[in-house]
Structure formats: C-alpha cells, structure tokens
C-alpha cells in the first residue's frame, strides 16, 4: 500500500475474523516498529504477544471477571493522574453523546465486541518498565502507532484498546509478563471481518474541527 492509504485505512476494527496470522508477521511488524524513536533512544518498550491456547485462556478470563462486574484497574491509571483536561474531556463527552448516534443505538455491538475481545486471533500487549517518566508512555505511542501502520500496510485490522488492558493481573499471568513492568496498552490484530455489522464505516465517529486544533502564529 502507499503511505496515503495505509493512513487512511486506520480505523479500528472490533470483529476479526477467525483467519490466524503468521506468528512471522507479527514479529516482522515488531521488529520494524523498533526503528520508532525515543527519547534519548530509551527504547523502553517491551511487545508481548499471545496466540492460540494463551490466548483462548486470557479472553475466557478476562470476560468472566466482565461478568462478575469486576472493576477494572488499568496500571497506567495507577501510574497516571487521571484529572483530565476539559478540551479531551469534552471531546470524549461528545463522541459518548454521540455513541447513540454513531452506533445507530446498537452499542450494544461495541459493548459485544470488547467482551468477545473483538475476536482477536492475537494481542500485542505493550509495556514500559514501571519505574519510567512520562516521556516514555509518550515513546509507547509513538512505537504502537507504528505497529498499527506497519499491520494495515500489511492488509491487517488493528483494534488498540484499553479494555483488554482492564485487568493486569490476567494479561501478566496469560503473557507472562514481569511484575516489574506496566501494562500499558493492547492492540489485537487480524483480518477484518466485513460481514460484521460493527465493522460497518457508518461507525465512524468524526474529528474535532481543525481549526479548534491549529493554531499558526508568524
Ligand atoms: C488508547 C486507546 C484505547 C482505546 N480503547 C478502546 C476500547 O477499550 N474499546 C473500544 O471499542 N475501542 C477503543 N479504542 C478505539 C477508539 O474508540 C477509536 O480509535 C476512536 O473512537 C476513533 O475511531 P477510529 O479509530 O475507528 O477512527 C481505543 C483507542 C485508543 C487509541
């Protein structure tokens, strides 16, 4: 794909299908990822990647503690105050008040979707050591965005999501991930499944207005 494609098509996907992906892939899209950078070249991420029985378990686990409504305690809620400013707070209240709208009152197809863990035939999970300044989630992003590109440069739906993120303990013990790291965020990846519903582009949901974004000054 060219460069404006590949930015086009990232949007999210919340249905794969059940087509697996090449353990090779997802390496090979992690180790390009690598050439992100980062502060003082810290490099402080780590990708931890679960498929088939791993995989299989961590999703059964993670929705049993959904249904027992068991409240979610995301490490970088810990780590990071969560005082949000009112500009992303109000751009989060317009897309909730707009959910309805967007999800054409079917949000019960988002709320599916994040309990079936999207179907995922994998999930990258990313982390940074726990003891990190704030720059380095900053790096975590940069290196997940270039994961995210380098997948659907490689005609493969990304799905970052904090949801699967939501219980620490699980994706530590199914990853096997170190105490001594915080799970930051996790991006499962496979083929879009188009026949879905929730996969549908009338989901969507727009952006800001630029010029409440921009500002030049000369
Ligand atoms: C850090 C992060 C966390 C997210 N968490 C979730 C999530 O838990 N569940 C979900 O369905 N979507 C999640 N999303 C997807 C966003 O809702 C989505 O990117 C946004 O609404 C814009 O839609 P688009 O990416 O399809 O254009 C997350 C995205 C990011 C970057």
Redesign the pocket.
């Known amino acids: 794909m060219n460069f404006k494609e590949v930015f086009q098509n ?3 996907t ?1 249905r794969f299908t059940n087509r697996r992906v090449p353990e090779k892939a997802i390496a090979e899209i992690i180790e390009k990822a690598q050439q992100s950078p980062s502060l003082l070249n810290s490099q402080p991420w780590r990708a931890y990647v679960i498929m088939g029985d791993a995989l299989e378990g961590f999703k059964k686990a993670a929705a049993e503690n959904m249904d027992n409504k068991v409240k979610p305690n995301e490490d970088f809620a810990a780590m990071l105050s969560l005082d949000w400013d009112t500009f992303p707070s109000s751009n989060m209240a317009m ?1 909730g008040a707009s959910q309805s709208f967007f999800f054409r009152n079917k949000l019960h197809l ?1 709320t599916e ?2 309990k079936t863990t999207f179907n995922a035939p994998a999930i990258i999970f990313l982390t940074i050591p726990k003891k990190s300044p704030a720059w380095s989630v900053f790096d975590l992003g940069i290196f997940a965005q270039s994961i995210m590109l380098l997948a659907i440069n490689r005609g493969l739906g990304i ?6 993120v939501s219980y620490p303990d699980l994706v530590r013990k199914y990853a096997r991930i170190p105490e001594d790291e915080s799970v930051g ?1 996790a991006i499962a990846i496979g083929y879009i499944d188009k026949n879905a519903e929730v996969n549908d582009p009338v989901f ?2 727009k952006r800001v207005p630029f010029n409440k974004i921009y500002k030049i000054t000369k």
Do not use: T
Not at 159 to 164: G, N, R
């Open positions: 990232e949007h999210v919340r897309m988002f979707a994040n799905m970052p999501a904090h949801s699967m965020m969507i949901p």
